[in-house]
């Protein structure tokens, strides 16, 4: 048989239980050892590196770089490639980006518009990295909760070794993350399971996380499509959301390459949306046990000292990809201001509590699977609007979008929000 109905309700009631529930013991974390400098490699894993550099294009390196091995319980040890850039004077702070996908690139940081660059300039200190391989795989039971300790593990390496003893700290500097795709699933599960929020001060997701609900991502019959920033009434849409922009839906189901690449990542146990394989009981009490939504007394959905942003494509569903609808099962936790820091300003952003350090961005007219960057996002009162399949005609207040995107295109909000005194990445611990 596939997985039942009533099951499926069952399994769904017991994830919905974790709203009220606060981490009675986070799990441990791991230590990083065997740091050495290196010369900042041209390539990782194959792919071009893109330290941070002087000049857009440049060839003028800013990073120091370092290789560590990270070893976390439970899971073989796994090695980091790690750059460091520091500003010239005065740091505003520490921004680690968490890349995409199992993390074996590095998020590029040597062109102008490419969010390293663009905050390195303004005076942060940047730390791109890049795992061995993908840091998902190697638990025993499939567990990507397990496996995210090396996440978890690294950002506090960063935070205790480079923010925290940094002399160069403007008073306001703040320790930040900032994550794409498979790679926010890693500082999800830091926030939740590993207790990163006792330092993170702002963390950023875009087009993620994914594994909220592993359940409905990878159960047979599919489920249903989530529906994002839903109003009830209306009038009043979820604390983050914009209420110009609406809800919008995506289906959580994990396809094709995806789904092989996370059944191999689960080690089987189960596979993930295979046909040919009937869903159990066990299978749902398994892929419950690895979400970041898990109902159990060691999640944590409280950061009161934590800023969330999250800037989501619309339009993921042309490409078959849940990344919207699985961060939107993450980030609808989080329904009370007292939940995120406070004293943030989003009064231009439409939201029930415009004080609440949380800020869900509907991003409009992505023209690639997950690449936010290339759309638009509101502007006050202003939404844009899209048509197509994929919905990439964007006009923004009766003009395209592209003859205004200084006004609308989301890395400008991006960047923007990062340098905001007030919203941005500060001190908030």
Known sequence: MRISNAMFVWITVLVALGCCITASAQLPIGTVNGVVSQTCPTTVNGAPAGWVTATS????????????TVSCPNMPDLGVTYGVASPVGTSSGTVAFVSASGG?????????????FDLFHFGFQTVQFAWDTEWQNGSASGSLKTAACRVATFLNYLNTQYYRINPSNSP??????????GGASGLAFSLTFYGASSFIDKAVFVSGPHYSDMVQGCSIPNAAPVNICSSQD???????????????????????????????????????NNPNHTYTTKDALNLTATSLVDGAADASYSYPHTAI???????????????????????????????????????????AFPNACFNVNRVYGCTMLELAATGYVCNG????????????NCTCGGVPC????????????????????????????
């Open 57 to 68: 294009g440049g060839s003028d390196v800013q990073a120091l770089c370092y290789r560590a």
């Open 104 to 116: 074996t690139i590095t998020l590029p940081g040597n062109f102008k518009n490419e969010v390293p």
């Open 172 to 181: 306001t500097a703040g320790m930040c993350a900032h994550s794409q795709s």
């Open 234 to 272: 209306g009038v009043t849409y979820p604390m983050g959301c914009n209420s110009l922009a609406g809800a919008w839906s995506d289906p959580p189901a994990y396809n094709g390459g995806a789904a092989k690449n996370l059944s191999k990542e689960l080690a089987y146990n189960p596979p993930c």
């Open 309 to 351: 942003t999250a800037w989501e494509c619309d339009d993921d569903t042309y490409w078959q990809n849940p990344s919207e609808a699985q961060g939107w099962i993450y980030f609808s936790k989080f329904s009370n201001p007292s939940q995120v820091a406070p004293n943030c300003n989003y009064s231009n952003n439409n939201t």
């Open 381 to 392: 009162s202003t939404c844009p609007v899209c048509t197509g399949t994929p919905a990439t």
């Open 402 to 429: 592209s003859t205004v995107a200084r006004t609308y295109s989301m890395p400008v909000f991006r960047e923007k929000e990062y340098e905001d005194p007030v919203n941005g990445c500060i001190k908030r611990h």
